[in-house]
């Protein structure tokens, strides 16, 4: 089952085997009924290895990454009752790889964890401070929200970057060829729960993720940091690339194009104008995730398919058993 003739996806199938050998162990010994494994890459070998050695049915969530990787993709969908995609992105990037399950593929976003009270809508500040929550890697487009930044020199805007990564010194650099030091900020690495409080608290007006395609499956998915600004009723701004549309399709936030500096520049001086355009675009970003990407709404669903494909509630129904 682990077989495969690339070299490097063999060695590390073996080197999971033991972990799935003990995985198949403690669901017996616990009376498991499913297996779910995040990431279709090593972690799915071991599920993999897992059921069909302790006969607990499993399945696994496919993100981005790890489809690029194509690690064995389409033999582990045989395997498994169904693969979980977290965004239609992510499971075009899977047809684009010969998968050929569609029949056992489902779309389920990832989701976020709603406050339970929004921050102040007004704050009197006069500088609005716009956020961007990204590791500072290529794929996050951070030279062109900086350039965007150039642009809005006569604007009363300050941007906050928080996140580490290897583009550090050059951004750095770019901000103070480009003048900006007395207004980008970084912030290096937030733990988790210090960015949320900075939404809970007001200290934020606009989150901003200025990403980019890098072709071979080099995109985002459905990024978790704007869903979770959405949640806090911040608007937000990105660009139309990988699974972003998913998000921020139908007014739920504002999409421009990858790469387009002037584009970032003309968003974010629409916000700071427009005070009422700024308020309207954190509702409905708001009540998108509430809809649509709330984790208790993930949850109940993933629940659902669980109990929906199940052996033994398909032989109940009288259909075939997977």
């Not at 009270?117 to 500072?136: F, G, I, S, T, Y």
Request: proline share 5%; net charge neutral.
């Amino acid at each position: 089952m682990l077989w495969t003739l690339q070299p490097r996806h063999f060695a590390k199938n073996l080197s999971v085997l033991p972990k799935g050998l003990w995985i198949a162990r403690e669901v017996r010994r616990l009376g498991v009924e499913h297996i779910h494994v995040h990431w279709a890459a090593t972690t799915a070998s071991m599920g993999m290895v897992a059921s069909e050695v302790s006969g607990v049915p499993w399945s696994f969530t496919a993100h981005r990454w790890d489809v690029v990787e194509n690690n064995l993709l389409m033999r582990k969908a045989q395997h498994a009752l169904f693969v979980r995609f977290i965004s239609e992105s992510s499971l075009r990037l899977a047809l684009e790889r010969n998968f050929r399950a569609q029949d056992r593929a489902q779309v389920l976003h990832m989701g976020a964890v709603l406050p339970d009270e929004l921050p102040a809508e007004d704050h009197q500040r006069h500088k609005m401070r716009v956020l961007c929550p990204a590791n500072l890697l290529p794929v996050k487009g951070h030279r062109y929200l900086l350039e965007a930044m150039a642009l809005l020199q006569d604007e009363p805007v300050e941007l906050w970057l928080a996140g580490q990564g290897e583009l550090e010194n050059a951004l750095r650099e770019q901000a103070t060829h480009l003048q900006l030091n007395d207004r980008v900020r970084f912030m290096g690495q937030l733990p988790h729960e210090q960015l949320l409080r900075l939404y809970q608290e007001g200290e934020v007006d606009v989150v901003v993720l200025p990403s980019l395609d890098l072709g071979g499956g080099l995109h985002e998915g459905i990024p978790v940091s704007l869903m979770e600004a959405m949640a806090h009723g911040l608007p937000v701004v990105s660009t139309r690339t990988g699974g972003i549309p998913e998000l921020l399709d139908g007014g739920a936030g504002v999409l421009v194009p990858p790469a387009d500096a002037l584009a970032l520049a003309d968003a974010l001086r629409s916000l700071h104008t427009e005070p009422s355009t700024r308020r309207a675009l954190g509702r409905a970003g708001r009540e998108a995730v509430v809809g649509r990407f709330s984790i208790a709404r993930v949850v109940d669903r993933l629940e659902a398919l669980w109990q929906e494909m199940s052996p033994t509630t398909q032989a109940s129904h009288g259909k075939n058993t997977t």
